[in-house]
Structures are given as C-alpha cells and as structure tokens.
C-alpha cells in the first residue's frame, strides 16, 4: 500500500512539475467504493487522508468500523456518487464533503439538515459535460445558475466544480472536458456569484489524473490505481 501511494504521489508531483504547479494544491482522494474497511486502513495508516465513496449505505456500513484510525488521522469523508434527497441526512452524517450536488432542491436539503445538525457542509456542484445518460450532473448551462443559488444557502461552502468526464482510451482526449470544467470554474469566479471559497476543481481518475493536473485539478479520485481492480 505504501508503494502503491509513493508511487501516485510521485506521478501526481511530475504532472505538477509539468504544469509549473505546487504538489500541495493537488489533494489525492482515495475512492473506497467496493474496498474493504482492512485496506482502506492501510491507506489511511500510508498517509490518505481523504478518501471518497460513491454510496451512502456502503458508506454508512464502513465509517464507524474505522472511525478509530480516522479519528486518529484526521480524515476526511467525501460523497462524490449521486445522492438522494432523502439520504441526505444520512449523508450530512456521515460525510466532511458533498461532492455531487447537482440540482438545487438537493442543495436546499443538504443546507437545512446541515443547519439542523450545527454544521456548514463543503459542496461541489457535479457537471455532467459530455452529456452522457449514464452519468449525474447538470449540462454546462446550467452551472453558474445553480452555483448562484447555492452560494446563498446560509449552511453550505460551496467550494467548486466536481466532475466525470465520458472514458476515452486516450487520456489526452479526456483533455477539452478538463479545460471546459476550469473555464466554468474562472467564470463563476469572475461574475462574482460565488465566494473565495469557490477555488477547487475535482477531475481526474486512475486513468487521467496527469491530464487533469495539467488542466488545474485540486483534487484528484482515485480507486484503482491505489486499490486494484474493483471485483
Ligand atoms: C469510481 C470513481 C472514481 C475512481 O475511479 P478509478 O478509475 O477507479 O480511479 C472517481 N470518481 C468517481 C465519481 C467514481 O465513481
């Protein structure tokens, strides 16, 4: 496992060398999802201290069963799977970010239960840009008007854009779907619909997180290039 991280971390260091970018603006963020809660320990005990999860039953299984090494390491939860506005307790619960926002009657749930509770809930909204059924998200268009009102939310940090572009064997055909994302990012920013907060980029996975570096990825999810295959 320790292998394993060294050698992502190295790859994540190269592409930031590439892009004149500093390591420590890339968070890795170990996606968990179908892992068992033994190795997901060992990657906390390596040095992860983010790790994402894509469903809230599996999630709501595994936390507590490492609640003592996460406890111990300060780590941090993220959702980044669709959630459904009534799991979003549960997930306000259980999880440090909600990566997947993608519609604004989901947002105004996460804000009230989050509120209830006495938290403030990071957000990413999730854009879907090559407009593919199979996956979650709003099409481009619909980006700055949904991140304008879920800025206003009183108990969500909307923090930035998170998403999943389609699979192309060549990663540096995943490149325009990378940039697009950032372009959404810089305009949100400019027209001042959002606050300073509003700074991260979730893209890139196992298989084109480098691309995703060079484009301006803050954070990168990555299963199974850390964990192996999912079976
Ligand atoms: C599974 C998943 C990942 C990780 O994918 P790998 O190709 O295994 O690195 C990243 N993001 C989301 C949203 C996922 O569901």
Do not use: Y
């Amino acid at each position: 496992m320790q292998e394993r991280i060294d050698i992502i971390n190295q790859r994540i260091a190269a592409a930031c060398q590439r892009a004149g970018r500093d390591f420590f603006d890339v968070t890795l963020v170990a996606v968990s999802k179908t892992v068992a809660p033994k190795l997901i320990r060992q990657a906390i005990e390596a040095g992860v201290r983010v790790l994402g999860e894509n469903r809230v039953q599996e999630a709501a299984g595994k936390i507590p069963e490492l609640a003592d090494v996460v406890a111990g390491h300060n780590v941090e939860w993220h959702l980044i799977g669709h959630l459904q506005s009534n799991k979003a307790r549960r997930a306000v619960e259980l999880f440090s970010a909600i990566q997947s926002v993608d519609s604004f009657k989901l947002a105004e749930r996460l804000s009230g239960v989050a509120a209830e509770l006495g938290k403030r809930l990071p957000v990413f909204v999730e854009v879907n840009l090559g407009g593919e059924d199979s996956k979650a998200g709003v099409t481009p268009d619909e980006v700055l008007p949904l991140c304008e009102r879920v800025a206003k939310l009183p108990a969500l940090d909307l923090k930035g854009l998170m998403t999943v572009p389609p699979f192309l064997d060549d990663p540096n055909e995943a490149r325009p779907f990378f940039r697009r994302l950032r372009d959404l990012h810089d305009e949100a920013r400019r027209t001042g619909i959002v606050g300073d907060e509003f700074k991260e980029l979730s893209m890139g996975m196992s298989h084109d997180f480098e691309i995703a570096i060079e484009e301006g990825a803050t954070l990168v999810r990555i299963g199974t290039a850390l964990f192996g295959a999912r079976t």
